[in-house]
């Protein structure tokens, strides 16, 4: 069973920091490209940020860049989010995804709330 499982999500300040991590399980991780996506109340899921499967490309959304970081432990099966200098217009639920063809597979979630 593939299974993603994020942590880190939380209420923070503009300006704080948090990261984000999310395990995967039942892949074969180091095959796999990984993403970040973020959904905001009434808004459409969007693509916040991915890593190839070695961790070598990376590719965000205009919005966080120079601000978030995505990385990647193979050894670990994890991937991470590292987020700088937040704000209010990132509070968002963050889901790791990636596919598990013909799947798309999602985490359940992690609230992220940035307060002005």
């Known amino acids: 069973q593939v299974r993603l499982v994020e942590s880190g999500g939380g209420l923070v300040q503009a300006g704080g920091s948090l990261r984000l991590s999310c395990v995967a399980s039942?892949?074969?991780?180091?095959?796999?490209?990984m993403a970040w996506y973020r959904q905001a109340p009434g808004k459409q899921r969007e693509l916040v940020a991915g890593?190839?499967?070695?961790?070598?490309?990376?590719t965000y959304v205009d919005s966080v860049k120079g601000r978030f970081t995505i990385s990647r432990d193979n050894d670990k099966n994890m991937v991470y989010l590292q987020m700088n200098n937040l704000k209010p217009e990132d509070t968002a639920v963050y889901y790791c995804?990636?596919?598990?063809?013909?799947?798309?597979?999602w985490g359940q979630g992690t609230q992220v709330t940035v307060s002005s």
């Open positions: 995804n990636t596919k598990y063809n013909p799947y798309n597979i």
């Open positions: 039942g892949i074969i991780f180091r095959h796999n490209y």
């Open positions: 890593v190839s499967s070695g961790g070598d490309s990376t």
